[in-house]
């Protein structure tokens, strides 16, 4: 298995990051808005969230709301709360918040990487702004790999007028075999997952390896930029887990097919230089709705993360579509 996510790892050109400026921390308030614990329900469990509140928005005068998601493995003072953080300073009322088995939220089965489940929370959290009186809309911002979570919670849900997706990591299982060495390697995957749910079926204990680590480590990400930088993306709010478990439903899971479907407009936010931008290609190319396209150059997955000149781009481009939608 160290072998494919090698192969991964060579595959988003994680490379050597150059020098650059960074976001301000995630969550970080300022006097354009505040942050607001905030709860709501998904399959039965508590899901929690940072809510991004502009100054001088309330029930009498409501904003636009925007749902935002990130990469996976992640929680949401990772790369989600740096661009709430961007989408309130910009007039939006802004959602990140922890999918069910991450972070804060509830659920037995903890660091699952299960696109039903994240769909189905993704729809939750937009029906919660949705009912807010300080929201008049809902709008879905997915980056990385909840790129397709959000496009098929958009197809799924009118509650969403518009969608961005930034960095978006979208595969078909074309794509799929081609990161993860083949079909012998996407089976073996598939194997290694069903095998750790039934040892937890048996055990009732998760099988948890590393989601990031040095290079040569067996975690799921080795020798990585952003997820084992402290102050980026090594954050005490991180379990820096991935449960083995995940791995069907993750190569299983089709992100391009939504787009043949979606009605609402939609945007993506890319670079060459950064994950699969194929899949984004086909994805875009199925489209059948209104839609635009911005490719950054040179701008690495991680880097869209997190780097200043990026994320600032992105959400300008976010807003700047959600205001003609």
């Known amino acids: 298995?160290?072998?494919?996510?090698?192969?991964?790892?060579?595959?988003?050109?994680?490379?050597v990051l150059a020098a650059c400026t960074t976001a301000a921390p995630s969550g970080a308030a300022s006097p354009a808005y505040t942050v607001e614990r905030?709860?709501?329900?998904?399959?039965?469990?508590?899901?929690?969230?940072?809510?991004?509140?502009?100054?001088?928005?309330?029930?009498?005068?409501?904003?636009?709301?925007?749902?935002?998601t990130g990469a996976w493995t992640t929680v949401k003072e990772h790369m989600p709360s740096t661009y709430a953080a961007e989408m309130a300073e910009r007039g939006h009322v802004a959602l990140a918040f922890d999918f069910r088995t991450w972070g804060e939220s509830g659920g037995d089965t903890r660091s699952f990487e299960n696109p039903k489940i994240k769909i189905e929370d993704i729809i939750a959290a937009g029906e919660f702004l949705a009912a807010r009186p300080d929201v008049s809309g809902v709008n879905g911002l997915g980056i990385c790999a909840s790129a397709g979570y959000m496009a098929t919670a958009a197809e799924r849900s009118a509650t969403f007028q518009s969608i961005a997706l930034v960095a978006p990591w979208l595969h078909d299982a074309g794509i799929v075999n081609e990161v993860y060495g083949g079909p012998d390697g996407v089976a073996a995957l598939i194997e290694t997952g069903r095998a750790a749910a039934a040892r937890e079926?048996?055990?009732?204990?998760?099988?948890l390896i590393a989601a990031a680590g040095p290079a040569g480590s067996d975690a799921l990400m080795p020798g990585v930029p952003y997820y084992t930088e402290e102050g980026l993306g090594l954050i005490p709010q991180w379990a820096n887990t991935f449960n083995l478990a995940s791995w069907e439903g993750w190569l299983t899971f089709d992100g391009i097919r939504a787009a043949l479907a979606i009605n609402q407009p939609l945007l993506i936010v890319h670079s060459e230089a950064a994950a699969?931008?194929?899949?984004?290609?086909?994805?875009?190319?199925?489209?059948?709705?209104?839609?635009?396209?911005?490719?950054?150059?040179?701008?690495?997955?991680?880097?869209?993360?997190?780097?200043?000149d990026a994320v600032i781009a992105a959400s300008d481009a976010t807003a700047e579509f959600f205001a003609r939608h």
């Open 276 to 308: 699969i931008p194929q899949g984004a290609q086909r994805f875009y190319a199925n489209l059948k709705g209104e839609k635009d396209a911005l490719w950054l150059e040179g701008v690495t997955q991680f880097e869209f993360y997190h780097r200043q």
């Open 201 to 207: 079926a048996t055990t009732g204990e998760p099988q």
């Open 38 to 68: 905030v709860t709501f329900s998904s399959g039965g469990e508590t899901l929690v969230g940072n809510l991004y509140i502009p100054a001088g928005v309330d029930g009498a005068s409501p904003a636009e709301g925007v749902v935002v």
């Open 1 to 15: 298995m160290k072998t494919l996510i090698k192969s991964l790892v060579a595959t988003v050109s994680v490379g």
